[in-house]
Nanobody, 118 residues
Framework: QVQLVESGGDLVQAGESLRLSCVAS????????MGWYRQAPGKQRELVAT???????NYADSVKGRFTISMNNAKNWVYLQMNNLKPEDTAVYYC????????????WGQGTQVTVSS
C-alpha cells in the first residue's frame, strides 16, 4: 500500500508562483511514476504533469513552460513548481502514483486547493 499526502495549496494572485509537494509513504519501491492531476469545479479531473522514476516528464499543453515537475533522489517526494499562475489554474490538485503503465494512476492523495485570483 502507498499513501500520498499533498501540501502547498494556497490563494494567490495571477502571475504569482506556488510550489506543491507530495510525499509518498508505504511500499514506494513498487512505484514507477508519480504525477499531478487537477479538478476544477464542474469539470473532469485532468492530467497536469507526470514524471517517471527515470526522470521522463510529461505536461499538459496548458501548463507547458509555466509548470515544472520534479522528484527527489529517494523517489518519495514529488513537486510541482507553478509559475505565472492564471485564474484558469484554479482547481483542487491531486498527487497520483502508478505502479505499472498497465495499471495506470490508481493511488491518489486527498488533494490541495489552489485558487488564483485575477
Amino acid at each position: 500500500q502507498v499513501q500520498l499526502v499533498e501540501s502547498g495549496g494556497d490563494l494567490v494572485q495571477a502571475g504569482e508562483s506556488l510550489r506543491l509537494s507530495c510525499v509518498a509513504s508505504g511500499i514506494i519501491f513498487s512505484l514507477n511514476a508519480m504525477g499531478w492531476y487537477r479538478q476544477a469545479p464542474g469539470k473532469q479531473r485532468e492530467l497536469v504533469a507526470t514524471i517517471t522514476n527515470g526522470g521522463m516528464t510529461n505536461y499538459a499543453d496548458s501548463v507547458k513552460g509555466r509548470f515544472t515537475i520534479s522528484m527527489n533522489n529517494a523517489k518519495n517526494w514529488v513537486y510541482l513548481q507553478m509559475n505565472n499562475l492564471k485564474p484558469e489554474d484554479t482547481a483542487v490538485y491531486y498527487c497520483a502514483a502508478r505502479r505499472t503503465v498497465r495499471a495506470g494512476y490508481d493511488t491518489w492523495g486527498q488533494g490541495t486547493q489552489v485558487t488564483v485570483s485575477s
